[in-house]
């Protein structure tokens, strides 16, 4: 069978917008057991570490007082930390299953619908280009999924969660610390967009070079035949040094306007603390305790604002990727 250079069986005009959210519910749905266990495993850990600091600050309560400390809340704090290592682990090892079994998935249907086509159209199919989204695409698909994407669900989860579990200790103190950081939002909002802008210039140049080098895989030997090898090689070198520029250009602008979004969601709400819950905690209306459940659980609730801006970026990339590729996706069940 021979390959030709021409155009891929399938090759879509335009992609759906919508093609990579339904490619992702696939995905989901494929492993729909998995990702409720993760869900669930997410969120028993999140619920025994609230338990643990409940715990905690019911021992520095008594501590503070000058009270004669039980021995059974320190036991029953033994325990608790058991069983978070427990959770933790639990969470960990269920996520990370159900995102390989997730990619797995993807590259199987990827490989499924080159099985299913015809001997004819399997004439059309430049390898070099399939090859080069099999290596980029799928790959970054793969990628994101087992590094970005429960990782989210769980900031997601440990965020609300933790706010209304802090709200059904103290509203006023909740409030009062949290809210202002809101318009923390449309900053966040604005600057993600100049980081999508950022990361699609970069995919673009590694587009290019993907382009160049599937060239150069189908006409090789026509290259070689024509002692063309210089040229091409420096306009390789060419495209390989823009897209290098545009992607540290994009590390550089997503650094740089995450720092500002990381300081205010983290320094804000301290700050407040502090001066809220502090003169709160002088005058009686609040226990040491306390205190010390709203600082040590501040970040679940911040965390989620100051990563914001890279999820975002990383989504984008994540879902011009499975738009790109979700024509060649057949899973299985699925008629070709």
């Given at each position: 069978m021979s390959y030709k250079t021409g155009c891929s069986i399938h090759e879509p005009t335009s992609y759906d917008l919508g093609g990579d959210m339904s490619l992702l519910y696939k995905l989901i749905r494929k492993q729909l057991f998995l990702v409720i266990s993760a869900i669930c495993t997410c969120g028993f850990s999140v619920i025994v570490t609230l338990w643990w600091n409940s715990q905690l600050a019911g021992i520095i309560n008594i501590v503070s007082a000058g009270a004669r400390l039980p021995a059974q809340p320190v036991l029953l704090a033994l325990a608790t930390i058991s069983v978070m290592g427990v959770a933790s682990c639990l969470n960990t090892y269920v996520s990370?299953?159900?995102?390989?079994?997730?990619?797995?998935?993807?590259?199987?249907?990827y490989a499924r619908h080159f099985s299913s086509i015809s001997f004819a159209d399997a004439e059309n199919v430049s390898v070099g280009e399939q090859l080069s989204r099999l290596q980029n695409e799928i790959a970054d698909i793969s990628s994101y999924i087992n590094s970005n994407l429960f990782q989210l669900l769980g900031d997601i989860i440990r965020f609300t969660i933790t706010f209304?579990?802090?709200?059904?200790?103290?509203?006023?103190?909740?409030?009062?610390?949290?809210?202002?950081?809101?318009?923390?939002?449309?900053?966040?909002?604005?600057?993600?967009?100049?980081?999508?802008?950022?990361t699609e210039r970069s995919q673009q140049a590694k587009g290019r070079m993907n382009g160049l080098t599937e060239t150069m895989l189908s006409l090789f030997p026509v290259i070689k035949l024509y002692d063309a090898q210089k040229m091409i090689y420096n306009r390789y070198d060419d495209d390989?040094?823009?897209?290098?520029?545009?992607?540290?250009?994009?590390?550089?602008?997503?650094?740089?306007?995450?720092?500002?979004?990381?300081?205010?969601?983290?320094?804000?709400?301290?700050?407040?603390?502090?001066?809220?819950?502090?003169?709160?905690a002088i005058h009686g209306t609040i226990a040491i305790?306390?205190?010390?459940?709203?600082?040590?659980?501040?970040?679940?609730?911040?965390?989620?604002?100051?990563?914001?801006?890279?999820?975002?970026a990383a989504f984008r990339q994540f879902s011009a990727n499975m738009g790109r590729i979700a024509p060649r996706i057949l899973m299985e069940g699925e008629a070709p």
């Open positions: 990370g299953y159900t995102s390989e079994n997730m990619a797995h998935d993807l590259r199987m249907g209304v579990w802090l709200l059904f200790i103290n509203p006023i103190l909740t409030l009062a610390t949290f809210l202002p950081v809101l318009p923390i939002m449309i900053y966040i909002a604005l600057s993600s967009k100049v980081i999508q802008s950022a390989v040094a823009v897209w290098e520029r545009e992607t540290v250009r994009a590390e550089r602008t997503r650094a740089r306007l995450m720092s500002p979004s990381g300081l205010f969601s983290t320094s804000i709400p301290l700050i407040l603390l502090f001066a809220v819950g502090g003169n709160m305790g306390t205190m010390y459940i709203f600082l040590n659980l501040s970040g679940n609730v911040t965390g989620v604002l100051m990563n914001m801006p890279g999820y975002i």
